[in-house]
């Protein structure tokens, strides 16, 4: 089962215009009871070379600094995931579900 937090390799690809290309770890924030129903997922990718942006978070991932674009969400199928790659932090995650929630219900 594909759980929110968790981050997957996924083919983003194809894009359009200024969409992150290309297959890349992306962090499930959906909800759990959407993810056991649905066969889809919302998605952000995690980016090592963006800037620092309101909505995006900083993240430490594979031993790696950088972001999760929270600006670029997608929903995917399930065939897009590729790879489980591993789990953010909770403390990550709680950020990330904060600035959604600024995001979408101010």
Do not use: W
């Not at 995006?56 to 031993?63: D, L, P, Y």
């Amino acid at each position: 089962m594909v759980r929110r937090g968790e981050v997957y390799l996924v083919a983003l690809n194809p894009t359009r215009g200024r969409e992150i290309r290309k297959t890349r770890p992306c962090v499930v924030v959906s909800p759990d009871e959407l993810n056991t129903r649905m066969g889809t997922y919302i998605v952000a990718p995690l980016t090592t070379g963006a800037h620092a942006y309101p909505f995006r978070v900083a993240c430490r991932f594979s031993g790696k600094d950088g972001h999760v674009v929270l600006d670029q969400l997608r929903t995917v199928d399930h065939e897009r995931l590729e790879k489980r790659l591993g789990v953010l932090t909770g403390a990550t995650q709680a950020k990330i579900l904060s600035v959604l929630q600024e995001m979408f219900a101010p």
